[in-house]
């Protein structure tokens, strides 16, 4: 009796192939998943900042907006302006100028 020969037929699953796609897969997703957080971190932070700052402007525009109308209105304002900051006086006036520094200095001198 011969053996008859018979030829045997291999069948190779695709799970592995499958396997790596759902692996590659699933990386691309967390890589993904990663950077769209960092980037909305990123960008919500950065908003947070610019509000802050626009409400800072805000503030201060409320505050000039209020010294203009304050200015505009009389002219006491404007006056104390003028002689607080840069010194200005009426004719006929007269300046007392008192400074501590002044007098200490002049008692060093004259010892």
Do not use: A, C
């Given at each position: ?45 950065i908003i947070k900042r610019e509000l802050k700052e626009i409400n800072n402007i805000k503030s201060e ?51």
């Amino acid at each position: 009796m011969t053996k008859r020969y018979h030829p045997q037929i291999i069948v190779k699953p695709y799970k592995k192939k499958k396997k790596k796609i759902r692996k590659w897969v699933l990386t691309i997703l967390i890589i993904g998943l990663i950077l769209s957080m960092s980037i909305y971190l990123l960008l919500s932070f950065i908003i947070k900042r610019e509000l802050k700052e626009i409400n800072n402007i805000k503030s201060e525009n409320k505050y000039f907006k209020w010294e203009i109308q304050k200015l505009s209105k009389s002219d006491i304002f404007y006056e104390e302006i003028l002689r607080t900051r840069y010194g200005y006086i009426k004719k006929g006036e007269k300046i007392f100028l008192y400074s501590p520094y002044y007098y200490k200095s002049q008692k060093e001198i004259i010892k």
